[in-house]
């Protein structure tokens, strides 16, 4: 029987966070707690992880004085994500931003061709219109299992959009 790696563990917790992550926060947003207060709690827990885990691996939280541009922006992009995230699952249901949240790889490559790092071909713009089609047949075919104002669709398409713009920003300081 294989044994599981390191690095298998550790993907297998992160899929099941992820999978947890909509879920959980719906539920807790539907039983208490306010949008503001769990987000707080959340990212000062996913904080605290990530600076232990950076002494630890990194042994420093030093930052590169070039990269101070982007790494800010990218923290500003963070805290967009993450308020547009509980505000979103706020109004509308976890189904509603899950969906939504498919379009994070389309946003991405989108802003990875604005800044010149991606070049988009034509599999890509057939592949995104799939997706789209798919998410618009989906939603379409749930006859009103999908719902939600349009405040919390539009706060979900701000989730994707702004966890696609950290991702891009962040991505060329994880290659040094």
């Not at 976890?94 to 991405?108: D, E, K, R, Y």
């Amino acid at each position: 029987m294989h044994r599981p790696t390191r690095v298998e563990l550790m993907l297998f917790v992160v899929v099941v966070l992820w999978a947890l992550n909509l879920t959980v926060t719906r539920y807790l947003l539907t039983h208490g707690f306010h949008p503001l207060a769990y987000a707080t709690i959340r990212y000062s827990a996913a904080a605290a992880i990530f600076v232990g885990l950076t002494l630890v691996l990194e042994r420093t939280l030093r930052i590169d004085r070039r990269a101070g541009g982007v790494v800010a922006l990218a923290i500003v992009m963070l805290v967009l994500n993450q308020l547009s995230f509980v505000y979103a699952l706020d109004r509308t249901t976890a189904s509603t931003v899950g969906l939504v949240l498919g379009a994070t790889p389309i946003f991405a490559a989108l802003m990875g061709l604005a800044l010149g790092r991606e070049r988009l071909g034509r599999r890509f713009w057939i592949a995104a219109s799939i997706s789209f089609a798919g998410v618009a047949l989906v939603a379409a075919g749930a006859a009103g299992e999908v719902s939600g104002d349009t405040i919390g669709i539009l706060l979900a398409v701000v989730t994707a959009a702004t966890w696609a713009a950290y991702s891009v920003l962040i991505a060329p300081l994880m290659q040094t």
